[in-house]
């Protein structure tokens, strides 16, 4: 099946700093999308993004399903952000709409 | 507008023990699916839904039963709870298929 990598795996930053985190897939996609774990487990939809490029506040995401990646855009950075971040893709050889999770970037934004 | 909702939030079992975690959505979304996830890992998709009636395995479902009777309830049964069980539970829904998923707030289970 399709694999889905993301990295860096964890990463640590001031408040302030700027932010890119990468998703890689192994085959072609029918969408893809961004989550947000918070530190108390709740997931939040970010981005729905099969291909092109979205922006939500400080929040943008690019997906260029060509070359089989997503990247996840964070600026100035607060503390708020800190959790983990998800990329989940739907393969597009799949039999049903279903959603492979990537393994997560844990940021940690300290003040 | 409730959205996704799981129950209960907490859960401890005994090996061997049965029980079935809940899960109701009221946005009328055709698409239902439970994950679990572990420590420090992402999500495994252990049974889905597209519509009342249709269910199917995912990556991970030794273990576990599902049932969908009405769009709203998905429910997912554990029988014979075992060690390997314990994780935190997340259901989704989705309108059209993967396109926009809604997760509930997990059930946290821990099997003794």
């Known amino acids: 099946g399709i694999q889905v990598e993301q990295s860096p795996p964890d990463l640590i930053l001031q408040e302030g700093a700027n932010s890119t985190l990468r998703c890689n897939f192994s085959d072609s996609v029918n969408n893809l999308q961004w989550f947000h774990q918070n530190p108390w487990g709740q997931l939040i939809n970010l981005f729905y993004i099969p291909s092109g490029t979205k922006q939500n506040g400080r929040l943008s995401a690019t997906t260029v399903a060509t070359e089989r990646y997503s990247l996840l855009y964070i600026s100035s950075s607060q503390t708020t952000d800190s959790g983990v971040y998800f990329c989940a893709v739907e393969s597009r050889y799949s039999s049903a709409s279903k959603i492979i999770f990537g393994s997560g970037t844990r940021l940690s934004i300290r003040p | 507008n409730a959205g996704v909702t799981q129950t209960p939030k907490f859960r401890i079992l005994k090996i061997g023990q049965s029980m079935t975690l809940q899960c109701t959505q009221d946005m009328n979304h055709n698409y239902m699916y439970w994950y679990r996830q572990d420590p420090g890992m992402g999500l495994k998709l252990i049974y889905y839904s597209v519509g009342a009636g249709i269910t199917d395995k995912g990556e991970v479902p030794n273990g576990y039963n599902v049932s969908r009777s009405t769009t709203e309830d998905f429910p997912l049964r554990l029988e014979l709870a075992a060690p390997s069980q314990t994780s935190v539970y997340f259901c989704?829904?989705?309108?059209?298929?993967?396109?926009?998923?809604?997760f509930g707030s997990g059930t946290r289970l821990t099997v003794v």
């Open positions: 989704a829904s989705s309108y059209k298929g993967a396109s926009g998923y809604t």
